[in-house]
């Protein structure tokens, strides 16, 4: 079966959907969540590990806190930017007070941090808060290598 893989980010499913069906609003196999979401789903470190490793569709990851003045102010960004892409990439938020762990094992150094994982890599990197259109951009253009 031909297809590409998604991580569930409610279970932690890996699933296979044909890109011809994305517009389908494809939902996972075991639980029924939506695969593809229009707003940024916030995720722990073992989903986006998972997620990380497994899916075929850019994965924009940004690593951020609660007490960060410019990680709140990115939000609504971040949030539209997750409109205008779509079923182009998937956005999720990791909250780097809340999963402590994860600075460590993605190597962050400063918040805002948005990382760009596909195919079990990551991609690449940018810190500091952007506005919609340079997180769509950068997910578009560092995703089509």
Known sequence: MSGKKLTCLECGQVNRVP???FSDNPKCGI????????KPRAVDTETLLKASRN?????VVD???PWCGP???????????????????????????????AGARWNIRSIPTLALF?????QSRAA????????????RVKSSR
């Open 19 to 21: 890109a011809e069906r």
């Open 31 to 38: 639980c029924g969540a939506a695969l593809f979401s229009r």
């Open 55 to 59: 899916d075929e569709v850019p994965l």
């Open 71 to 101: 990680c709140r102010q990115m939000a609504p960004e971040f949030e539209k930017a997750a409109s205008a892409l779509g079923t182009g990439a998937r956005l999720v938020k990791l909250d780097t007070e809340a999963n402590p762990q």
């Open 63 to 65: 690593f951020w806190a």
């Open 118 to 122: 596909l195919n079990g890599k990551e």
């Open 128 to 139: 500091g808060a952007r506005p919609a259109a340079a997180i769509a951009d950068f997910a």
